[in-house]
């Protein structure tokens, strides 16, 4: 079992930057791929980013590639996603996720969620 808090969301400009965290409660942070997602008002919850075990591997949606990254610390159980050239369209609520095992983009193949983080960025 794996419990996820997300902090840091808030408003900001377009243009500007935010780092979102996700502190997991547990031992076994190291085993689980971690994910982002995050769903706008009136839309489905949408995949963002995901990082391996290790921190080895990443795949991004075409819309954030290049402009967010995702990181993690073992040492921490953190998770962050850095959030750069921020657009309006990136208005939505920021979820953190896990799942054992590798990578995924599916929302359905993840365990356990955080409640989510609001990030609002103005036009």
């Known amino acids: 079992q794996v419990q996820l808090v997300e902090s840091g969301g808030g408003l900001v400009q377009t243009g500007g930057s935010l780092r979102l965290s996700c502190a997991a409660a547990?031992?076994?942070?190291?085993?689980?791929?971690m994910a982002w997602f995050r769903q706008a008002p009136g839309k489905e919850r949408e995949f963002v980013a995901t990082i391996s075990r290790d921190g080895g591997a990443t795949i991004y949606s075409d819309s954030v590639k290049g402009r967010f990254t995702a990181t993690r610390d073992t040492v921490k159980n953190t998770l962050y996603l850095q959030m750069n050239s921020l657009k309006p369209e990136d208005t939505a609520v920021y979820y953190c996720?896990?799942?054992?095992?590798?990578?995924?983009?599916?929302?359905?193949?993840?365990?356990?969620w955080g409640q989510g983080t609001q990030v609002t960025v103005s036009s």
């Open positions: 547990g031992r076994t942070f190291s085993t689980y791929a």
């Open positions: 996720t896990s799942r054992a095992g590798v990578i995924a983009t599916r929302a359905d193949l993840y365990d356990h």
